[in-house]
């Protein structure tokens, strides 16, 4: 069985940190709108919030410890109280709370007494061009993904014919072998030793590299491979869904292993269940062409073909038919016969 460490979950990220990564990640600008110290703020969940209700007074439901969202609704709203005062007091019902920053979409550019607040309240407040819905969208997934919970696991990730097969073993078993033997026949390398699980919504699991060992690969024997500088870039994905978990194990005569494929077992990865195959390694077994079995059957799953459901159907037609036969004492049925049609 796999080696596995134990799952950790970020706790909170800076405002800074949160705001570069945007823009590395999805070219999404965000133009600071006063100087604070952003790497002291924290943010410490993905959920966002927009505050008008809390401008407007009503603070019972505040949520105050999300990203603050200022949109055109909000931004009017202040602009449109008759007095700086006014606006000052709606604007100090957001800031008397420890948010982490406020962000105003669609170029809404706040009034320079307001922001000499906010700067005053250590909150960094930042502009983008983006629109509203579209801008949380990217916020809110960016944060999602920077929250969701991670676990190391000691295997090799492929992308076969679409569909991320996840191979788990002891080491020495040739896990790294049959990965490179997969990208030698057209198959994509997301990553191999070490591979990072990140729970997403529902049964979603993703798995990637980490920065340090990306597309290299230990063949014991041979040492340190390069798959991106010797397949080339279309021979790795930087992240892939894990979908099948494949076990390889060494032969063991006292186990029994399937045989019909009726029963399906899964592997726990964070609270996901995702479909789990044992395959016991021999001499001579081709691996690799077993793996792209497994992957094609998966994807035959998918779209609403079962290889044991349909054998089991004409089985139990088979039975029928036999039973309904021997009712004829005229005609002898042999236990084994043969349709030819």
Same mark, same amino acid.
């Given at each position: 069985m796999a080696r596995r460490a134990k799952m950790f979950k970020k706790e909170s990220i800076s405002v800074a940190f949160a705001v570069e990564q945007l823009q590395k %990640? *999805? +070219?999404?600008?965000?133009?600071?709108?006063?100087?604070? @110290?952003?790497?002291?703020?924290l943010i410490t969940e993905s959920n966002l919030h927009r505050? +008008?209700?809390?401008?407007?007074? !009503?603070?019972?439901?505040?949520?105050?410890?999300? *990203?603050? /969202?200022?949109?055109?609704?909000?931004?009017?709203?202040?602009?449109?109280?008759?007095t700086d005062e006014e606006r000052?007091?709606?604007?100090?019902? /957001?800031?008397?709370?420890p948010i982490p920053c406020i962000i105003c979409t669609e170029g809404n550019v706040l009034d320079e007494p307001l922001l000499a607040l906010a700067t005053n309240a250590g909150v960094p407040v930042y502009v983008t061009e983006e629109p509203s819905t579209r801008f949380m969208y990217l916020l809110r997934d960016f944060l999602e993904d920077q929250f969701a919970p991670q676990q190391s696991l000691h295997g090799s990730l492929i992308d076969v014919y679409g569909i991320g097969l996840l191979m788990i073993g002891p080491a020495g078993i040739g896990k790294s072998e049959v990965a490179l033997d997969l990208v030698e026949r057209g198959h994509r390398l997301v990553a191999d030793d070490v591979v990072m699980a990140t729970r997403k919504e529902g049964q979603v699991v993703m798995? %990637?590299?980490? @920065?340090? *060992?990306?597309?290299f690969m230990e063949i014991r024997g041979l040492g340190l491979v390069d798959v991106r500088a010797m397949f080339g870039i279309r021979a790795i994905r930087f992240q892939k869904r894990i979908e099948v978990v494949v076990n390889l194990h060494p032969w063991d005569p006292d186990e029994e292993y399937t045989r019909l494929g009726m029963m399906e077992e899964t592997y726990d990865i964070l609270g996901a269940q995702l479909p789990l195959v044992l395959l016991p390694i021999t001499p001579g077994k081709n691996v690799t062409v077993l793996c792209e079995v497994i992957a094609m059957n998966h994807l035959?799953?998918?779209?609403? !073909? @079962?290889?044991?459901? *349909?054998?089991?159907?004409?089985?139990s037609e088979r039975i029928r038919k036999k039973?309904?036969? %021997? %009712? @004829?004492?005229?005609?002898?049925?042999? !236990?084994?016969?043969?349709? !030819?049609?």
């Open positions: %990640s *999805v +070219g999404m600008t965000a133009k600071a709108l006063n100087y604070t @110290d952003a790497e002291t703020r505050p +008008g209700m809390a401008l407007a007074g !009503y603070l019972e439901l505040f949520t105050h410890q999300r *990203v603050q /969202v200022l949109g055109n609704t909000e931004c009017r709203y202040l602009a449109n109280l008759e000052k007091k709606a604007f100090n019902n /957001v800031l008397k709370f798995g %990637s590299g980490t @920065d340090l *060992v990306q597309h035959l799953r998918h779209y609403g !073909y @079962d290889p044991a459901e *349909v054998f089991a159907e004409r089985l039973g309904m036969a %021997s %009712s @004829d004492p005229g005609r002898g049925i042999e !236990y084994f016969e043969h349709d !030819y049609e």
